[in-house]
C-alpha cells in the first residue's frame, strides 16, 4: 500500500480515536469504564498520528522539495547545504505544508441499549451474594408464614390429627404444649441468670477503669517527683483509646439493662394472658 494511502488511513483512524476519547472523558460516560481504557485509547490515538506523520514525510522525502522543511534540526544544515549545491529547490515553511488529509474508511455509530428487539440483559437480576440471601431468607420465611395462618385458618393438622373423638388429646396439641413449656423453662432461666452475667460484666468493667485510674495517678506521681526528667507521653493521652471504649462498654451494658426490663414486661404480660 502507498504512503499516501496509508497516511490518510491512519490520521482518519487517529481523528476517531479523539473523538472516543473525548467522549469517554465525560463524567457520565468515565464513572462506567474501567481507568486504563483512557490511556489505552489515548495511546493508540497517538499512535495512528505518529503513522500518519510518517508516512506522510515517507511521501515528502520522495517528493525531495518538502524534504528539507520537515527534517529534524539536528540535519537542518546538511539539508541546507545539500539543496544548496545539488537541488537548489525552494525550501517551504513548515506552516505551508499540506495536511495528510484523511480518508474515512469508518463512521461513528451510536451504542444503542437493546441491540436487538428481543435483548435480554443477563446482569439485569445480578445481585450481591448478601442481598442474595437475605431476599432467600426473607422468600422463605413469608412462604412459612403464608403456610402457618392458612394452617391455622384451617385448623390444621389438628382437624386431621382429631379423628378419636374429643376425649382424647391430639399429637399436635401435646407437643406444642410441651414445647411451650420446654422453651419457657429456657425463657425463664435465661431471665434468672441476667443478673449474675450482668454483675460479672460491671465488675470486669470497674476493675479495668479501676486500673486505669491507678495508672494515671502513678504517672502524675513521677511527672511530679522527677518534673522535666518524666518525659514519656502523658497517660491520659495514652489511655484515651481505652476510655473510650471503656464508656462505650458501659452504654451498651445501661442500654441491655433498659431493653432487659422491657422484654421481661412484655414477656409476664404474655404469660400472664
Request: charged share 30%; net charge negative.
Amino acid at each position: 500500500m502507498k504512503d499516501a494511502i496509508i497516511s490518510k488511513v491512519a490520521s482518519a483512524a487517529s481523528d476517531l480515536y479523539t473523538e472516543a476519547l473525548n467522549a469517554m472523558q465525560l463524567d457520565e460516560v468515565s464513572l462506567n469504564l474501567p481507568k486504563e481504557w483512557v490511556p489505552i485509547v489515548a495511546g493508540k490515538q497517538a499512535l495512528m498520528h505518529a503513522y500518519s506523520e510518517y508516512h506522510q514525510a515517507l511521501v515528502c522525502r520522495s517528493g525531495k522539495n518538502q524534504a528539507v522543511g520537515r527534517k529534524y534540526h539536528k540535519e537542518l544544515t546538511a539539508a541546507k547545504k545539500d539543496n544548496e549545491l545539488i537541488y537548489s529547490d525552494i525550501v517551504p515553511e513548515v506552516s505551508n505544508l499540506k495536511s495528510p488529509g484523511s480518508a474515512v474508511i469508518a463512521k461513528i455509530l451510536d451504542v444503542q441499549s437493546q441491540m436487538t428487539e428481543n435483548f435480554t440483559d443477563l446482569f439485569e437480576k445480578l445481585v450481591p451474594l448478601s442481598i442474595h440471601n437475605a431476599m432467600v431468607a426473607y422468600e422463605n420465611r413469608k412462604a412459612g408464614i403464608v403456610n402457618q395462618e392458612r394452617a391455622c385458618s384451617l385448623n390444621l393438622p389438628a382437624a386431621v390429627e382429631d379423628l378419636g373423638g374429643d376425649t382424647i388429646l391430639n399429637r399436635s396439641s401435646k407437643n406444642l404444649n410441651s414445647c411451650k413449656r420446654v422453651e419457657t423453662g429456657i425463657i425463664d432461666k435465661l431471665f434468672s441468670d441476667l443478673p449474675e452475667l450482668l454483675e460479672r460484666n460491671r465488675a470486669i468493667l470497674s476493675e479495668a477503669m479501676k486500673d486505669l485510674d491507678n495508672e494515671a495517678t502513678a504517672d502524675r506521681e513521677m511527672k511530679e517527683k522527677f518534673k522535666e526528667k518524666w518525659s514519656r507521653t502523658p497517660s491520659e493521652q495514652l489511655q484515651a483509646a481505652f476510655r473510650s471504649e471503656g464508656n462505650k462498654y458501659k452504654q451498651i451494658l445501661d442500654n441491655a439493662i433498659q431493653a432487659d426490663h422491657v422484654v421481661k414486661e412484655k414477656y409476664t404480660l404474655t404469660e400472664s394472658t
